[in-house]
Nanobody, 116 residues
Framework: QVQLVESGGGLVQPGGSLRLSCAAS????????MGWYRQAPGKQRELVAR???????NYADSVNGRFTISRDNAKNTVFMQMNSLKPEDTATYYC??????????WGQGTQVTVSS
């Protein structure tokens, strides 16, 4: 059974930081490209950051320079460090794993709220 379990969301003031984690089980984690998506109320889900199986990264323009995605294959976990958070970063953040013919999987999401 495949599971992607996010943690680390919460309420933070503008300018603050959070670190999201996504622990994967039931997949060959090291061959999966992993990503973080977010969805705000009334908006479409959008890609925030992605890291390939080889460690290459790409980011949405809106978070480039503020967010950093990383992975620990030994712990089957992907992280996203979020700094200089803005109110517009408020959303539910979802972990995503893509393994080609091995399939695509989603976590349940973790809420991030940036507000004073």
């Amino acid at each position: 059974q495949v599971q992607l379990v996010e943690s680390g969301g919460g309420l933070v003031q503008p300018g603050g930081s959070l670190r999201l984690s996504c622990a994967a089980s039931g997949i060959i984690f090291s061959v999966f490209a992993m990503g973080w998506y977010r969805q705000a109320p009334g908006k479409q889900r959008e890609l925030v950051a992605r890291i390939s199986s080889g460690g290459s990264t790409n980011y949405a323009d809106s978070v480039n320079g503020r967010f950093t995605i990383s992975r620990d294959n030994a712990k089957n976990t992907v992280f996203m460090q979020m700094n200089s958070l803005k109110p517009e970063d408020t959303a539910t953040y979802y972990c995503n794993g893509v393994g080609g013919f091995l399939g695509e999987y989603w976590g349940q999401g973790t809420q991030v709220t940036v507000s004073s």
